[in-house]
């Protein structure tokens, strides 16, 4: 958060939904714990409330774009992990297992599937731009943000052996259907392995 208006209350509770009762309680932090490990999130979130016309100012850790998406009638979007920022609304956000060729593709084991009604935002590290795909596209991993969820993907190689072991290229992932894909200019990875070299050992 950058800033609110005071008219605005802030509570903070595990990023589990709300429940109550002492198994419930307990289920709610394995939850939490499971969207941190798995899906890049945090364990607890703050959760904006009071009149009509409040603000509330957000901003992602890293430098990079904001995109709102509104979401109705069952639309689902699935969100890369670290890309969620915010959500308004009936919003339901669920850690969904995006099988062994996520974990491959450096993806991770899980994405964010967010359904409802009301607005999710997302967050890029560098520019973003929304690509409609009607057919197949093929973008490369450690670029997705977020796409809709009536495309179906898979996560391959770029090329052959030869490719892929020299030519410093990782995997990509194959979009096919109609729907919208999006995606950041820049690859935290990559900027990874570019600064740990620089490092003092």
């Not at 709610?28 to 979130?45: D, H, N, P, S, Y």
């Not at 990079?64 to 689902?76: D, F, K, N, P, V």
Request: hydrophobic residues 45%; contains cysteine.
């Amino acid at each position: 958060m950058v800033l609110r208006s005071p008219a605005l209350a802030m509570t903070t509770h595990l990023n589990a939904g709300r429940r109550s009762g002492i198994f419930r309680v307990i289920w709610a932090f394995f939850v939490a714990l499971c969207r941190k490990i798995f899906g890049g999130e945090t364990m607890f979130i703050n959760e904006f409330s009071g009149v009509q016309g409040g603000e509330v100012v957000l901003a992602p850790s890293m430098a990079g774009h904001i995109q709102h998406r509104r979401l109705s009638g069952g639309t689902r979007l699935f969100v890369q992990r670290g890309s969620y920022l915010a959500s308004a609304g009936d919003i339901d956000c669920r850690l969904r297992f995006g099988g062994i060729r996520t974990f491959f593709g450096g993806e991770g084991l899980v994405l964010l599937e967010c359904v409802g009604e009301g607005d999710v935002f997302v967050n890029s590290y560098g520019g973003m731009t929304e690509i409609p795909v009607n057919g197949r596209f093929i973008v490369d991993t450690g670029h997705i943000v977020a796409f809709d969820g009536t495309l179906d993907f898979r996560v391959r190689s770029i090329g052959g052996v030869k490719s892929f072991l020299f030519s410093g290229e990782g995997l990509v992932c194959e979009f096919s259907g109609r729907g919208n894909v999006y995606v950041q200019s820049r690859n935290m990875d990559a900027l990874v392995s570019w600064l740990t070299p620089l490092l003092p050992g």
